[in-house]
């Protein structure tokens, strides 16, 4: 396998083990206070740990993970993602299972509300979503395969955001949110180094397609980077602020605004070190999971998965099955891009075939096999 290969299925599935790595961080640390974990005087990522309970596993995910891994097996099992009807259906198809079977872990509030009413019959899989004014966050880990995906392409995010989200959520706020993550996630995929002005550019033109204010916010994040924690915790919660999702001093809520703008700051002000960036998070109190979860797959698609501690992917309780299903979509999409490139690309006259020569010229990451040249 080449460099650029390697580098690329690295990022695949640092991005995938990322998000699964943060949500079992956070899953034992859910609902405790910031204050009280602000006097945790230990890092809060150097290993994962075992729930108060004392019945859930060491490295439980949520329902944050089984819904990215619902997209994952969704796409494999058709062979591709498309903006249709299709791929949203096929992916409603592996989602009613987690709650039918009530097999979900610690699901998030917005995504139940949403399922509760298909597996009960009371509507179709495709009109269940929850009406606008309902911006939770449960939804945000769909995105990161969708970045994935569109590596090449992040000009087809926001219509794909907009066939797997609304499956459950239909306000613009959690749109735009979820094509932010999906842009960034396909921009650290299909880059060799953080240009911020690319990166506040890529992300903001994919969230205004649903939102113009929040394009506006990221835009503008720069200012909230070089605040204190407190004085960046404000600004944050003063962004597009909704009397139904009040701020909270003391713990994280759902609401998806801050939940994206938290994940955002914390990644870009420790992008070279997954614990530094998911310690931080660890400390905001309430329902930690999805910031964690975003979190961590931002610094999985920049750093790469043998950058994420060893210690924190080998605890993982489904390890094998998560990293297998990123394998696997790392293999459909590479394989994707080379069939589409030999339909649309064909041979100059002349070209004969030469042994050893590297045939994988249009691979997905195309621009890292360049540079690594």
């Given at each position: 396998m080449s460099k650029a290969r390697d580098t690329l299925r690295s990022k695949y599935l640092g991005a995938i083990m990322g998000a699964a790595v943060g949500d079992a961080l956070a899953f034992p640390l859910r609902n405790y206070s910031r204050n009280f974990l602000a006097s945790v005087a230990h890092p809060l990522a150097e290993e994962l740990q075992t729930c108060p309970d004392g019945f859930t596993p060491l490295g439980q995910t949520t329902g944050d993970t089984q819904c990215c891994n619902a997209v994952i097996t969704s796409i494999l099992e058709r062979g591709d993602l498309r903006a249709d009807a299709e791929s949203a259906k096929l992916l409603a198809e592996h989602l009613i299972p987690l709650w039918r079977d009530m097999s979900v872990v610690d699901p998030a509030g917005d995504n139940s509300s949403a399922m509760n009413l298909i597996v009960k019959g009371i509507t179709e899989w495709d009109n269940a979503a929850l009406p606008c004014g309902n911006a939770?966050?449960?939804?945000?880990?769909?995105?990161?395969?969708?970045?994935?995906?569109?590596?090449?392409?992040?000009?087809?995010?926001?219509?794909?955001?907009?066939?797997?989200?609304?499956?459950?959520?239909?306000?613009?706020?959690?749109?735009?949110?979820?094509?932010?993550?999906?842009?960034?996630?396909?921009?650290?995929?299909?880059?060799?180094?953080?240009?911020?002005?690319?990166?506040?550019?890529?992300?903001?033109?994919?969230?205004?397609?649903?939102?113009?204010?929040?394009?506006?916010?990221?835009?503008?994040?720069?200012?909230?980077?070089?605040?204190?924690?407190?004085?960046?915790?404000?600004?944050?919660?003063?962004?597009?602020?909704?009397?139904?999702?009040?701020?909270?001093?003391?713990?994280?809520?759902?609401?998806?605004?801050?939940?994206?703008?938290?994940?955002?700051?914390?990644?870009?002000?420790?992008?070279?070190?997954?614990?530094?960036?998911?310690?931080?998070?660890?400390?905001?109190?309430?329902?930690?999971?999805?910031?964690?979860?975003?979190?961590?797959?931002?610094?999985?698609?920049?750093?790469?998965?043998?950058?994420?501690?060893?210690?924190?992917?080998?605890?993982?309780?489904?390890k094998e099955e998560i990293q297998r299903n990123a394998e696997m979509l790392f293999e459909l999409r590479r394989n994707l891009k080379r069939i589409e490139a030999a339909t649309e690309q064909p041979d100059p006259a002349g070209k004969t075939d030469e042994p050893g020569v590297d045939e994988d010229s249009e691979d997905l990451n195309q621009d890292l096999e360049s540079s690594s040249e």
């Amino acid at each position: 396998m080449s460099k650029a290969r390697d580098t690329l299925r690295s990022k695949y599935l640092g991005a995938i083990m990322g998000a699964a790595v943060g949500d079992a961080l956070a899953f034992p640390l859910r609902n405790y206070s910031r204050n009280f974990l602000a006097s945790v005087a230990h890092p809060l990522a150097e290993e994962l740990q075992t729930c108060p309970d004392g019945f859930t596993p060491l490295g439980q995910t949520t329902g944050d993970t089984q819904c990215c891994n619902a997209v994952i097996t969704s796409i494999l099992e058709r062979g591709d993602l498309r903006a249709d009807a299709e791929s949203a259906k096929l992916l409603a198809e592996h989602l009613i299972p987690l709650w039918r079977d009530m097999s979900v872990v610690d699901p998030a509030g917005d995504n139940s509300s949403a399922m509760n009413l298909i597996v009960k019959g009371i509507t179709e899989w495709d009109n269940a979503a929850l009406p606008c004014g309902n911006a939770g966050s449960g939804c945000l880990t769909r995105a990161i395969p969708i970045g994935l995906w569109n590596a090449r392409d992040p000009e087809k995010i926001p219509a794909q955001v907009k066939t797997l989200v609304t499956i459950t959520h239909r306000d613009d706020r959690t749109l735009a949110a979820a094509s932010a993550v999906a842009a960034f996630i396909a921009y650290n995929v299909s880059s060799d180094e953080l240009i911020l002005g690319d990166i506040l550019d890529n992300i903001a033109g994919a969230a205004g397609e649903f939102d113009e204010g929040i394009a506006q916010a990221i835009l503008d994040l720069p200012k909230i980077l070089s605040q204190t924690d407190h004085r960046a915790l404000e600004m944050i919660l003063a962004i597009s602020p909704d009397e139904e999702y009040p701020p909270s001093r003391d713990e994280l809520t759902d609401y998806v605004v801050p939940v994206l703008f938290l994940a955002l700051r914390q990644f870009l002000n420790k992008p070279q070190s997954f614990e530094g960036a998911l310690n931080r998070i660890l400390r905001l109190g309430g329902n930690m999971s999805t910031i964690a979860s975003i979190t961590g797959a931002l610094c999985g698609s920049y750093l790469g998965v043998e950058n994420i501690p060893g210690n924190l992917v080998d605890n993982l309780l489904e390890k094998e099955e998560i990293q297998r299903n990123a394998e696997m979509l790392f293999e459909l999409r590479r394989n994707l891009k080379r069939i589409e490139a030999a339909t649309e690309q064909p041979d100059p006259a002349g070209k004969t075939d030469e042994p050893g020569v590297d045939e994988d010229s249009e691979d997905l990451n195309q621009d890292l096999e360049s540079s690594s040249e």
